[in-house]
């Protein structure tokens, strides 16, 4: 069975420094891995996907994540922090039945 | 593509009440999903359909849970007799065949369910 873990339900980075969201999946077949960003009493918003074309996967808003096997990772990037990135992020893989499965969530804090 | 759109975006009830949600997925979708999201949770997988058939049900979702899709359109989630447990965010998701970039779920506002 597929599964996701967060590190972290919570990180605070200053603007204009590097943001780093940590997640590892379970897998016992190659996955599609997820992200999505959820604004207060929003619903979610894709911000990127990885489905074995590249390890290296952009995504929007400056977004990006690196799927590592060796790792069993999928972390999400962003080299400069902007105030309106403060949300709730989630990392999700997606089952062989086509449900996804979402980790349990990272509040992201941008400091002044 | 007018994105999926959900209604009511809150309810609130009374407990034991019965309550209907409605989603309209995107157009073109043929799959469509229902989660549930509790209070700093990640959403949890409810049931999802592939055109009017309904393919696959949580155990999350109990006997006082109900959702159609009869016309392969738009999707209704009904909850019996409501239960203060049953507060939560129920969102909708829609996808296109597989094969079109069918791994890609697209998700409405939500729905925020309040049961007094």
């Known amino acids: 069975a597929q599964s996701v873990t967060q590190l972290g339900s919570h990180v605070s980075v200053s603007e204009g420094a590097l943001v780093l969201l940590r997640c590892n999946y379970s897998?016992?077949?190659?996955?599609?891995l997820f992200w999505y960003v959820q604004y207060p009493n929003q619903g979610l918003q894709l911000l990127l996907k990885?489905?074995?074309?590249?390890?290296l996967v952009k995504g929007i808003n400056g977004f990006e994540a690196e799927f590592k096997k060796s790792e069993t990772s999928f972390h999400l990037t962003k080299p400069s922090a902007h105030m309106s990135d403060a949300a709730e992020y989630f990392c999700?893989?997606?089952?062989?039945?086509?449900?996804?499965?979402f980790g349990s969530g990272t509040r992201l804090s941008i400091r002044p | 593509d007018t994105g999926v759109s959900q209604d009511p975006r809150h309810k609130i009830t009374k407990r034991g009440q019965n309550v209907t949600f409605r989603c309209d997925p995107i157009s073109e979708h043929n799959r469509l999903y229902w989660y549930r999201q509790t209070l700093g949770q990640g959403p949890e997988f409810l049931t999802y359909f592939q055109n009017e058939a309904q393919l696959e049900k949580s155990r999350l979702l109990s006997d006082r849970f109900s959702a159609e899709r009869p016309k392969g359109s738009f999707s209704t989630l009904e909850i019996q007799r409501t239960e203060q447990g049953d507060s939560a965010m129920y969102l909708c998701?829609?996808?296109?065949?597989?094969?079109?970039?069918?791994?890609?779920?697209?998700f409405g506002p939500g729905t925020r369910l309040t049961v007094l």
């Open positions: 897998s016992s077949v190659p996955p599609y």
């Open positions: 998701a829609s996808s296109s065949p597989l094969g079109q970039g069918g791994d890609t779920q697209y």
């Open positions: 999700a893989v997606i089952s062989s039945a086509s449900k996804i499965i």
């Open positions: 990885y489905t074995s074309a590249a390890t």
